[in-house]
């Protein structure tokens, strides 16, 4: 279980690539500096019997031009083998050049001289006798069975020796491969082991350093681990760097402080619930408690039945408003809206709310603009939002006053205007209205249960609309709803 999530981890995941892509790189490193090596060594190999070999065919050239100026041409054969017996043995005096081995053969392949430490390998080949007899220098790699089926690998040089133009021996100087081939091994073995404990060492220092790094994460996880509905206050220690983990911290952070506050006004909400229908369920019931006491008249009965029935349409009409802004909270996504012409949304609005003003002696004034707006919305959902705006209206302003709807285009989009001749909104209850369940101290003992603006907010909302309360100059509540482009337009 622990080894299944440590190799799941994100830490073991990086480390992983890290080595995989620090093998790579070194395995390509180790590849060019072996071949690199490999190369400066041939090269320095075939340099150094090329030098012995061009030397050694100077020596030849000089002294036979030396000779024949002397007209000493017959004793040539006999002197000559002495003589290149003693060249190549001079030759070999040098110390750091022990391995190499040198011999003269004749225009044939004929060996005239050896060195001493010459192994015992076959003549000249027919290659380097056919380039000899060109004028060229050839090089070739010649293998050797040195008993015990041991390979013995040699790289030569052959070069002849010309006089007036023509080869007249040939020189060949070998180098045993031995000391480069020992060198290379003990290369590639050094690489087989750095390699590896490179990657060992650098694969556990990267875990490590890993870990260092992602343990913001892990304190993210346990924060994590310890939210519930009881602790949403908790929050993830941010680390102190500017980094993407700090980000996801903050942003989680920012998060948990939405859901917090989601959850709380949800809780609040409950509440607000149950206690409105706390009330009128207390009266129903101590109503009919008392009622059954004793016998009742019949005039008794009616009394506590329709006192009874008043609370019951009161908690029918919580249940309305709380499915209207259920219902209204939920219908975000319901596909595209019709366009509709809020000004005949006002109209029929302003119908409605016209036999509550009568009542009150209140005028509705409305001042709609000539231009033809539109909107996308829900229609019955507008009438609805701009009723409860003109219903508070009605309710909160005094008898004989005037209520005044006004259209007008805005930045492209529109405004409506409801302004009333009422006491005005407290400026502390300004920024508190349009939460459900909000009721202005001055309002509590009013028939409303504070939804009405929510309401409204919530239904303008749906069609890209908003809504915002001020106190107009002088007297009265001034409520403003803008429909911004593109949602709304003016088409004339
Ligand atoms: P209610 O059912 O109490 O009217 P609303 O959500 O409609 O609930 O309004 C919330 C509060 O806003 C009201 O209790 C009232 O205090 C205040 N309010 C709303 N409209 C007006 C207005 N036109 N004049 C004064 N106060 C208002």
Known sequence: ????????????????????????????????????????????????????????????????KTRSGEGNKKKSGFLDRKFFESIVNNHMQ?????????????????????SANMMQIHGISREALAESMSGNAYYETLQLNSGNDKIVYYRSYTTPVQIEGKAAYIVQVLKPLHNNRLAMKALLENILIFIPITIM????????????????????????RQINAENLHLRIPAPNTRDE?????????EMLSRIESAFLSQRRFIQDVSHELKTPLTIVKGEIEVALKKTRTEQEYNEVLKSNLEEI?????????????????????????????????????????????EAKNIKVELDLSPEKLQVKANEMQIISAFFNVMENAVKYSPEGTCIRIKTFPSNGGFMVDITDEGPGIEPESLPHIFERFYRADASRSSEGFGLG????????????????AENAPGKGAKFLIIFPQPQAQIKN
């Open 1 to 64: 279980m622990f080894l299944k999530t440590a190799v799941n981890s994100v830490r073991f995941k990086i480390t992983l690539w890290y080595s995989f892509t620090l093998l790579i790189a070194l395995s390509v490193f180790s590849f060019f500096l072996y071949n690199q090596q490999k190369k400066a060594l041939d090269e320095y190999s075939d340099e150094v019997i090329a030098v012995k070999g061009e030397d050694t065919a100077d020596a030849i050239e000089t002294y036979l």
């Open 94 to 114: 040098d110390p750091g050049l022990v391995s190499i081995s040198i011999r003269i053969a004749d225009i044939h392949g004929d060996i005239i001289a050896n």
């Open 201 to 224: 060492l650098t694969g556990f220092l990267g875990m490590s350093m890993a870990g260092l790094s992602l343990k913001p994460v892990n304190d993210i996880i346990r924060t994590t």
């Open 245 to 253: 983990i700090r980000e996801l911290a903050d942003l989680f952070n």
């Open 313 to 357: 349409n009161r908690i029918s009409r919580l249940v309305e408003n709380l499915l209207t802004l259920a219902k209204l909270e939920s219908s975000g996504n319901e596909g595209p809206s019709p366009e509709i012409n809020p000004n005949d949304a006002l109209i029929q609005a302003a119908g409605k709310i016209k036999k509550l003003a």
């Open 453 to 468: 603006l929510s309401i409204a907010k919530s239904a303008l909302e749906n069609c890209g609309a908003s809504i915002k």
